[in-house]
């Protein structure tokens, strides 16, 4: 065996700000004191180390010095508590009018996960998605015009298109939204979403975008212009957050997970 120091690239404060998160947790659950095999600071760096490097959790347990299904119990409890904290898609969209935000963006990521039993009415697997040809799950998101996460949904399986997941989690309020001056952009993906949901014109089929006229054009560059920063978003937490390019956990977890990494960026600072 060989050892070797280690740094866990994420800053301090972030770890303190999980640490007290569980200390409140374990304090509400009435957890005698000295009975856990890890202090609530390094429980926070086990989870965090699975969020930032996506480690394997056998290694992640065998390094903090407990037992595998001890370090399972510990990441699922770390998840949880982060997940609580993450905004509510009402508390989002008043804040962005308080805040006078032109916009919102809403998009659609897949997290990938191995692939599970299920079949769609059509025989084809229901947690495939034909887009990005692999198995995972949809989760829909909303970001702010500077490409900043604002919120994210639960997950539905792959196969499920992003307007159908949208009308499950988001498209309700964002109707709301638009009525009282906050609009929303997005990409074709959306097209038929609603009133206040602004997305390009689709060409015709087998023509050029030139076929349509001049002001649609310009129209579909200025949604695309404007909505351009948001479609970073999905990039941003993946690669801050690793584990979310391919969950290892159950799927059912995928909306807690993501939720969980959602709290972490909005504590990155």
């Known amino acids: 065996m060989v050892t070797y120091a280690a740094t866990l690239d994420v800053p301090r404060h972030i770890v303190v700000y999980l640490s007290r998160l569980l200390a409140a947790h374990r304090r509400g659950l009435n957890t005698p004191r000295g009975s856990r095999a890890l202090g609530t600071f390094r429980q926070a760096v086990l989870v965090l180390r699975w969020f930032r490097e996506r480690g394997c959790v056998h290694c992640l347990a065998s390094d903090a010095g407990v037992s595998q299904a001890t370090g399972y119990r510990y990441l699922h409890e770390g998840i ?55 198995f995972g799950g949809n989760v829909q998101f909303l970001s702010a015009p500077d490409g900043t996460p604002l919120w994210v949904s639960d997950a539905e399986p792959g196969s499920t298109p992003d307007i159908t997941a949208a009308r499950m989690h988001v498209l309700p309020a964002l109707y709301k939204a638009a009525a009282d001056g ?57 690669e801050r957050w690793r ?24 504590q990155w600072k």
């Open 182 to 238: 906050l609009p929303t952009l997005a990409d074709k993906g959306y097209i038929g979403a609603g009133i206040g949901i602004h997305v390009p014109v689709r060409r015709l089929k087998g023509k050029s975008e030139y076929a349509l006229d001049a002001d649609t054009r310009t129209t579909n560059t200025l949604i695309r212009d404007l909505r351009a920063l948001g479609e970073r978003t999905a990039a941003e937490l993946k």
């Open 243 to 266: 584990t979310l390019k391919r969950v290892t956990l159950s799927p059912c977890r995928i909306g807690d997970i993501t939720r969980a990494a959602l709290t972490l960026n909005h």
């Open 80 to 134: 949880d508590v982060l997940a609580a904290q993450a905004p509510d898609l009402h508390e989002v969209l008043d804040r962005c009018r308080e805040q006078e935000t032109s916009h919102v963006i809403p998009d659609g990521m897949l997290i990938e996960s191995d692939r599970l039993a299920g079949t769609r009415d059509n025989g084809n697997d229901l947690w495939f998605s034909q887009k990005h040809k692999s």
